[in-house]
Nanobody, 123 residues
Framework: QVQLVESGGGLVQAGGSLRLSCAAS??????????VGWFRQAPGKDREFVAS????????YYADSVKGRFTIVRDNAKNTVDLQMNSLKPEDTALYYC??????????????WGQGTQVTVSS
């Protein structure tokens, strides 16, 4: 089993920045071989792909809505995957989840999920 814990969420004004962190524990080797993704879900909306990163960290993928503003980075030494969010917009407001087991835009392809961390961007 793999345990994921998100942190770093909070309240920020539009144009501000937040850095989210996804910490993993347990037997992660097989799970992280397929990478880690960040997703978000706003009230009444479907869970949305945000970004993902491969096990090596050499490849990253972003939703068009966040490209150029968000950066996903793997820290192998700390066993974390961070999401640096800059130039935040009110439409970025959502509960953000990290997931492990794939590098995919479809949340159904991921095996492990954290509890989520709330990001609220005020206008």
């Amino acid at each position: 089993q793999v345990q994921l814990v998100e942190s770093g969420g909070g309240l920020v004004q539009a144009g501000g920045s937040l850095r989210l962190s996804c910490a993993a524990s347990g037997r992660t080797s097989s799970t992280y071989a397929l990478g880690v993704g960040w997703f978000r879900q706003a009230p009444g909306k479907d869970r949305e792909f945000v970004a993902s990163i491969t096990r090596s960290g050499s490849r990253t993928y972003y939703a068009d809505s966040v490209k150029g503003r968000f950066t996903i980075v793997r820290d192998n030494a700390k066993n974390t995957v961070d999401l640096q969010m800059n130039s935040l917009k009110p439409e970025d407001t959502a509960l953000y989840y990290c997931a492990a087991g794939a590098v995919d835009t479809n949340p159904r392809n991921y095996n492990y999920w954290g509890q989520g961390t709330q990001v609220t961007v005020s206008s």
